[in-house]
């Protein structure tokens, strides 16, 4: 009787086993095409994917760098203070209301031949975000500063 009892226990603990190793290899296929990563320009700079590789590259559009082109096709150089990236847009929608020179940034696409080509791009939402992966490059290169940081304009 008791062998019996532990045989049953092994069984279901092989069977979840199995169970939980399929569903985690499902999970995994599914979400392969949908995991790009961030990459901040001086990590672009410093190593360049290959021109398959699809991944997000995130920084400030620098200032004086925004070329709008026909239609919706435009060029920018995004930075992070240690490595500015060329940024050719190909995407086919128009750019956020938000986007704009000296504001954060995350695009996704691919880099090719020393110029990222953006399919897609993301602006803060508000006046007060930007993603906490942006926020933590450019803090990391010394460029970015919290408001709250900033010390206050003199009253006079």
């Known amino acids: 009787m008791r062998g019996l009892k532990k045989q049953r226990r092994i069984q279901v603990i092989i069977v ?8 985690a290899g499902l999970i995994g296929y599914g979400l392969r095409d949908g995991i790009n990563f961030f990459r901040t320009p001086s990590e672009v700079a410093e190593t360049p994917p290959p021109p ?59 880099y090719e031949d020393g110029v990222f080509l953006a399919t897609e791009l993301l602006a803060r939402h508000d006046e007060t975000y930007m993603p906490a992966e942006v926020i933590d490059a450019l ?6 500063r919290h408001a709250e940081d900033e010390e206050p304009a003199p009253s006079y």
Do not use: C, H, K
């Open 52 to 110: 398959d590789e699809i991944f997000r590259i995130g920084g400030l559009v620098l200032e004086g760098t925004l070329v709008q082109d026909e239609g919706l096709d435009f060029t920018f150089t995004v930075t992070d203070g240690g490595a500015d990236i060329p940024v050719r847009y190909v995407g086919n929608d128009a750019p956020p209301d938000l986007f704009g020179e000296g504001q954060g940034t995350v695009a996704t696409g691919t």
């Open 139 to 144: 803090e990391a290169q010394g460029v970015y």
């Open 16 to 23: 979840a086993a199995i169970a939980l190793a399929v569903s």
